[in-house]
Nanobody
């Protein structure tokens, strides 16, 4: 049984910053990929960023230069530092782990609004 527990969402003004965290527990194999996806109202879930246990990172074009993904392999935790937030970043953000099965967190709401 694998569990993903997310934290760090909230309401922030445009231009502000938030940091999301996701801690994984259970039977997790390496190598693996941890990442973040988001789903805005009325839209499909989309990739935000991923990071492999080897350190390779991938970002959606819409967040490059503003968001940074990092992970602590010892703690099996992934972070998403979000800077220069814009209203279009408003969504529910989901943590994802592929190990090799696909696991999802419960989601954390991010609202960017003045």
């Amino acid at each position: 049984q694998v569990q993903l527990v997310e934290s760090g969402g909230g309401l922030v003004q445009p231009g502000g910053s938030l940091r999301l965290s996701c801690a994984a527990s259970g039977s997790i194999f390496s190598p693996n990929v941890m990442g973040w996806y988001r789903q805005a109202p009325g839209k499909e879930r989309e990739l935000v960023a991923t990071a492999t246990s080897f350190g390779a990172k991938n970002y959606a074009d819409s967040v490059k230069g503003r968001f940074t993904i990092s992970r602590d392999n010892a703690k099996i935790t992934v972070y998403l530092q979000m800077n220069s937030l814009i209203p279009e970043d408003t969504a529910v953000y989901y943590c994802n782990l592929r190990s090799p099965k696909n696991y999802w967190g419960q989601g954390t709401q991010v609202i960017v609004s003045s």
